[in-house]
Each structure stands twice: as structure tokens, then as C-alpha cells.
């Protein structure tokens, strides 16, 4: 009977240790290539953060085969399960089933648009972000920037979801850079470069967007990248035309869509394009292409920024060229930097206190076209 029961409770002991081993976290970018889309996924190797290709996958879409000036070209869903990738080449979306050992081909769509360029997810419900062409002989859909709606089933499977599809403005194109939802779904905003405007929707209940969108200018030119924290905070960098630009900080009221007026700002590095967040949102990430850097920030719980560097509040550390965006492990030990000026991915750890130290993890190289990394 002891032989029994310490066989029991050693058995339990594994299964319990077993499960509090985190996951080993995976990274993935989408090529962006020409020829063909696709999505390279890499192992992160612990405890030395170096990643390990494990694969790439095609998502039967094409490409542009050049940087794009967007944010979330990728998204996940809440449960890991679905992975979502925009093909910018030729205006379509691609639905994956997320496996241990890479990523099984789902289906793939068209976006509804020209050429889809950011996707945002909440429950089932899918929105992709389409840049238009400007040709005249284009009906309006494709004609101008649009967002169109989708639905994703047990499968995986992506359908269109009819009634969706709006146009952001049908007198110019915008430059949108990112959609997304805030926090509740309740609200889709997305961020118009050319216009310096922020743009929301509010989400009705049957998943499609108000009619018309609301919209308010940023209060630095070229609004870019952006993240939901909680208490309908949003976080966007401005990246000022590529000058000195700033991470700002708004408000969102989740059941009209308005953004509020400036709720802060913080001097960043030259063109601040991308942002990442910490897991508890006290701290913020932002890429500066112009300056080959990151700079960071911290968040207080009223919105407002300040600098992470007390004795040296403009400090930024190094990247490699032309970083275009980054990403947080899940559990926050690594930060990764994609830099397509010099087609590698770069990889820092990340300190306790929030700090990522000098690039101490052997570079990966990518393609120079990639766009969008996130993991899991």
C-alpha cells in the first residue's frame, strides 16, 4: 500500500510539474513575399532566448515584396487555437490551426479590399484593415481604404460576414497603418497616416459596423502603430511625419466610439511607429525607425506616460536597421525586434524590472519584405 500510494503521489507530482512548466513560446512573421506568402515560425529556445526555425508555411496569398507601413499583420485567437494573416499582395486573408509542430493551412479568402494590410480579432469575429488602389475604374470598395468583417467557425474556417465591409473616407486614400479592438469589442479603431486622423467604429451586437465612422485628429502628425490597455485606454505612436515623434495616450468610450482628448504624451526617438505593452500594462515599447531604436515608457493607472530612464529620460537603446515592429513573449522573459533594413530578427531579454539588455541573443535572418511578428 505505501509502494502504491508513493507511486500515486509521485505520479501526481509529475503531472502537477508538467503542468506548471510554461509552454515553450513561439515566434512568427509573414514573409510578404512577391511570388508567395508566407508564414516563417521559429522555436524560442530556453533559457537563451536564441530562435530556431521550425518552419514556414504558405498561405497561398502573395505578397508585396516590400516593407509596408502597418501594424498587426497577424493577430491570434483568444484561445491559441487560430492563426489570421494578411496577404497585402492580393487583397486576401489566411486562416491556420495552430500545432506544436507549425501551423495546418485552414482556408483563405478574399479581404474584401485591395490590399489587406492589419487583421484584428475578438471571439469569432475577424476584421481586416484594406488599403485601396485610387484607381477611378475600381468600384469604391476597392477603390478606397476599406474594413470588412468575417466570421471564423469551429473549423477555422473564415466566411464573410455580409454588411460589413465600410469605407474610411470617399474623397481620399488614408495611409491606415492598424485596426483593432478595444478590449470589450465593442469598439474598432484604426489609425489614418495620411489624414493624421484616428478613426473608431463602434461593434453591434450582430458583429457589423456602425454605418458611419467617427473621427478626430491626432495630436502629432502620422498616427501609426497602437495598443488597448484596460480601463479604455489606448496607446498609439505618432510618428510625426519621420521627425522626433511621441507615444500619446486617449480614451475610448466603449459604448460611443469617441476617443477623448490628449490624456498624455512622451518624446520618443525619430519616426516612433510600433508600440508593444507588458502583460500587466505598466510598461510600454516603442519602435523608432528613423532612430534604429526602442525607447521605453511607463503607464500610470490614470493613462498618463513617463519616462523609464529617471537619470536619462531620452535614452534609447540600439536595434538593428530599420526596425518596423516587435513583439513580448507571452510570458514576458523576451522581446524581439524585426528589423528589415538589415532582414533579421533581433532578440533581447527582458530584466525584471521591464529592462531589455543589450542585443545578447545570435540574430535570425528573414527576408527584408517581412511584416508583422507576434507569438505565443
Known amino acids: ?23 515553450a513560446a513561439i515566434v512568427y512573421t509573414s514573409s510578404n513575399e512577391f511570388e508567395g506568402n508566407r508564414v516563417i515560425a521559429f522555436d524560442v529556445e530556453k533559457p537563451s532566448g536564441q530562435l530556431v526555425e521550425i518552419g514556414s508555411f ?8 516590400a516593407p ?5 499583420a497577424m493577430a491570434t485567437d483568444a484561445s491559441d487555437r487560430w492563426l489570421f494573416v494578411t496577404n497585402a499582395g492580393d487583397g486576401s486573408v489566411t486562416s491556420f490551426r495552430l500545432q506544436e509542430d507549425g501551423l495546418e493551412f485552414v ?5 474584401r479590399g485591395t490590399s489587406a494590410i492589419s487583421v484584428a480579432v ?21 477603390r478606397y481604404d476599406n474594413i470588412s468583417g468575417f466570421r471564423f467557425n469551429n473549423q477555422g474556417q473564415l466566411v464573410y460576414l455580409p454588411g460589413s465591409t465600410r469605407i474610411l473616407d470617399r474623397t481620399q486614400l488614408t495611409a491606415p497603418a492598424q485596426i483593432g479592438f478595444n478590449k470589450s469589442g465593442t469598439v474598432l479603431l484604426i489609425t489614418e497616416k495620411a489624414t493624421n486622423m484616428i478613426t473608431t467604429f463602434t461593434v453591434r451586437q450582430n458583429g457589423r459596423p456602425a454605418v458611419r465612422p467617427l473621427k478626430r ?7 501609426f502603430g497602437f495598443e488597448f490597455g484596460d480601463r479604455d ?33 512622451i518624446d520618443q526617438g525619430d519616426a516612433t511607429c510600433w508600440t508593444v505593452l507588458s502583460s500587466d500594462e505598466t510598461l510600454g515599447y516603442s519602435i523608432n525607425t528613423g532612430s534604429n531604436s526602442v525607447s521605453l515608457f511607463g503607464i500610470n493607472f490614470d493613462g498618463t506616460l513617463e519616462p523609464f530612464f ?41 530584466r525584471r524590472s521591464g529592462r531589455i539588455s543589450n542585443n545578447d541573443i545570435q540574430p535570425v535572418t528573414v527576408p527584408s519584405s517581412v511584416t508583422g511578428i507576434l507569438s505565443r
Not at 2 to 20: H, W
Not at 217 to 223: E, F, K, Y
Not at 331 to 347: A, C, E, P
Open 1 to 23: 500500500m505505501k509502494i502504491e500510494q508513493a507511486l500515486k503521489i509521485g505520479a501526481l507530482a509529475g503531472l502537477l510539474s508538467a503542468l506548471s512548466t510554461p509552454a
Open 58 to 65: 504558405d498561405t497561398q496569398g502573395t505578397g508585396t515584396g
Open 68 to 72: 509596408i507601413g502597418n501594424q498587426a
Open 107 to 111: 482556408n483563405r479568402v478574399s479581404s
Open 122 to 142: 475578438y471571439g469569432t469575429l475577424v476584421y481586416v484593415l484594406n488599403e485601396g488602389s485610387g484607381e477611378r475604374s475600381d468600384p469604391p470598395r476597392l
Open 217 to 223: 485628429p491626432s495630436a502629432v502628425p502620422t498616427p
Open 233 to 265: 485606454y489606448v496607446f498609439i505612436t505618432e510618428a510625426n511625419g519621420g521627425a522626433r515623434g511621441v507615444t500619446a495616450s486617449y480614451r475610448v468610450d466603449r459604448a460611443t466610439g469617441t476617443v477623448s482628448s490628449l490624456v498624455d504624451l
Open 310 to 350: 529617471t537619470n536619462n529620460p531620452d535614452r534609447e537603446i540600439p536595434t538593428g536597421g530599420a526596425p518596423r515592429d516587435a513583439v513580448l513573449t507571452q510570458n514576458n522573459q523576451f522581446f524581439y525586434v524585426l528589423n528589415n533594413g538589415d532582414g533579421q530578427i533581433d532578440g533581447f531579454r527582458v
